[in-house]
């Protein structure tokens, strides 16, 4: 009896101080969870705020003054703005799934042991990661070759497959139990039967968090859009956006120029800008608070499973 009190008055200090190291790592990732969040609050109270007190007192987490002018300044004439929100979910939504079957048969190939030009294969998807062919050949592959100049093509193909993501998902399928694969070739089940039914099944967790990095790459894609596509229907949210800043930089650098007595409707301009970050950022953020779960469950495992090439 004494020497069960004895050990148990020993660990009292081993559980206070590892009690301690866990309350301290739970505050450190509260305020590096506030850092990343009291931004986006930032973003999201300036852009419900009132022009001139945001330009008397700058941005505030909590507007002095509740205001919708900048979004009813920017959604006077929706009809730009919808078609935006079209063509980028269209865009999303079809390059995320193409993009994720492509790469998933991909890492699946090689991963497999029995296949001949793995390593080779990895070692060219890996140099890609290094060099690229430049904007002039890639400009001339999809304009003169492809032929896919203002064509919603455009600005699928260019990211259906990230080499990081196919070494990601590998690494992934490497780590899948050999056995149970085993067991269903022995069962007379093909490859693509076990890839379909066991492959994909156990892997939803770094299917989802590679999904969900495909469409924020997907949905902030502005790039391809100013490079290939001229026809107004076809340009995406991220690119009227970034049109739309333009604008209003320009309009405001030559109001000065104005002669004096002209009048314009005001423009509001330092709130504008949060309110295009709102309507260009809150949708992924909506579809990652439901994805989350899947998301930090896919990196955490995605980090464990080693790629042997043994």
Do not use: C
Not at 61 to 84: H, N, Q, T, Y
Request: no cysteine; hydrophobic share 50%.
């Amino acid at each position: 009896m004494h020497a069960t009190q004895t050990g148990s008055s020993r660990n009292r200090p081993r559980n206070s101080y590892g009690r301690f190291w866990r309350i301290l790592i739970h505050l450190a990732l509260l305020g590096l969870s506030l850092a990343f969040l009291l931004p986006l609050l930032l973003v999201v109270a300036g852009s419900v705020s009132d022009e001139q007190l945001v330009i008397a007192h700058g941005y505030r987490f909590i507007p002095e003054k509740f205001s919708l002018f900048a979004f009813d300044f920017v959604l006077k004439d929706p009809g730009p703005i919808i078609s935006g929100y079209r063509v980028t979910t269209t865009v999303t939504v079809v390059g995320t799934l193409i993009s994720l079957f492509i790469m998933a048969l991909m890492a699946y190939a090689l991963s497999r042991r029995e296949f001949r030009f793995r390593h080779l294969i990895s070692f060219i998807v890996y140099f890609t990661m290094l060099f690229s062919g430049g904007l002039i050949p890639y400009y001339i592959l999809m304009v003169r070759v492809l032929d896919l100049k203002d064509t919603m093509w455009a600005l699928i193909l260019p990211g259906l497959v990230t080499p990081f993501y196919v070494l990601i998902l590998r690494s992934y399928f490497d780590g899948l139990p050999q056995e149970l694969l085993d067991a269903a070739r022995i069962d007379g089940a093909s490859e693509w039967r076990i890839f379909f039914s066991i492959a994909l099944p156990l892997s939803t967790p770094v299917l989802v968090t590679i999904g969900m990095l495909t469409v924020i790459s997907y949905w902030n894609d502005w790039f391809n859009a100013l490079l290939f596509i001229d026809t107004p229907r076809l340009h995406p949210l991220q690119l009227l956006l970034y049109r739309l800043m333009q604008n209003l930089a320009f309009l405001t650098q030559n109001m000065k120029n104005l002669p004096p007595g002209t009048r314009l409707p005001p423009i509001p301009t330092s709130t504008i800008r949060m309110t295009l970050a709102v309507l260009g950022t809150v949708p992924p953020v909506i579809v990652f608070l439901f994805l989350q779960k899947y998301f930090v469950g896919g990196l955490t495992i995605g980090a464990l499973k080693g790629g042997g090439d043994e």
